[in-house]
T-cell receptor
């Protein structure tokens, strides 16, 4: 069965801390891995990773993929209260026939306290 | 450029009633996906549609659930004879090229079955 596992499930830090969120996966015919940030409403897209070892960076957020060990990490440096959210990892893979779909992990709930 | 629009934001139905959830994709997007999110769970894929076609409905329950994306108008997710277990947040996402581009999510419809 295709699965995406995120850890930790929840994390509480203080402003200014650095956090690392983990995502491991077991899927057939992997194509890409995506990170989303979900506050109270719609998940918003952060990164799409397709190649191992190439870091994607956006401000204080960065992410990298290891296709050999089947995992990805999302780093947030100098955290701010506005980073508080659920961070979702999703893997795009082949699903029955020729269609690709996204399988999501359960998410990591990050709380940044002032 | 408006994002993915879902309505209603909140929907309350009694057991046995029908629920209709609407989704207008982003302008220029012709691929629509529906996901369901239960508390403490990740987003679960339900169905993938293009205009007038269901491409992948492998995540849809076999009974009571149906989806359409007509040539004109929004995509509709229809749940007949709702039960308490249908209570969840239902998210719609759209993209320009199916799974070749990141999905953009709407704010979701929170269905409560009483």
């Amino acid at each position: 069965e295709d699965k995406v596992v995120q850890s930790p499930l929840s994390l509480v830090v203080h402003e200014g801390d650095t956090v690392t969120l983990n995502c491991s996966y077991e899927v057939t015919n992997f194509r890409s891995l995506l990170w989303y940030k979900q506050e109270k409403k719609a998940p918003t897209f952060l990164f799409m990773l397709t190649s191992s070892g190439i870091e994607k960076k956006s401000g204080r957020l960065s992410s990298i993929l290891d296709k050999k060990e089947l995992f990805s990490i999302l780093n947030i440096t100098a955290t701010q209260t506005g980073d508080s959210a659920v961070y979702l990892c999703a893997v795009e893979h082949l699903s029955g026939g020729s269609n690709y779909k996204l399988t999501f992990g359960k998410g990591t709930l990050l709380t940044v306290n002032p | 450029n408006a994002g993915v629009m879902q309505n209603p934001r909140h929907l309350v139905r009694r057991r046995g009633q029908e629920a209709r959830l609407r989704c207008s994709p982003m302008k220029g997007h012709s691929h629509v996906y529906w996901y369901r999110q239960l508390p403490e769970e990740g987003l679960k894929f339900m169905v993938y549609l293009q205009k007038e076609n269901i491409i992948d409905e492998s995540g849809m329950p076999k009974e009571r659930f149906s989806a359409e994306f007509p040539k004109e108008g929004p995509s509709i997710l229809r749940i007949q004879q709702v039960v308490r277990g249908d209570s969840a947040a239902y998210f719609c996402a759209s993209s320009t090229q199916g799974m070749h581009s990141p999905l953009h999510f709407g704010n979701g419809t929170r269905l409560t079955v009483t």
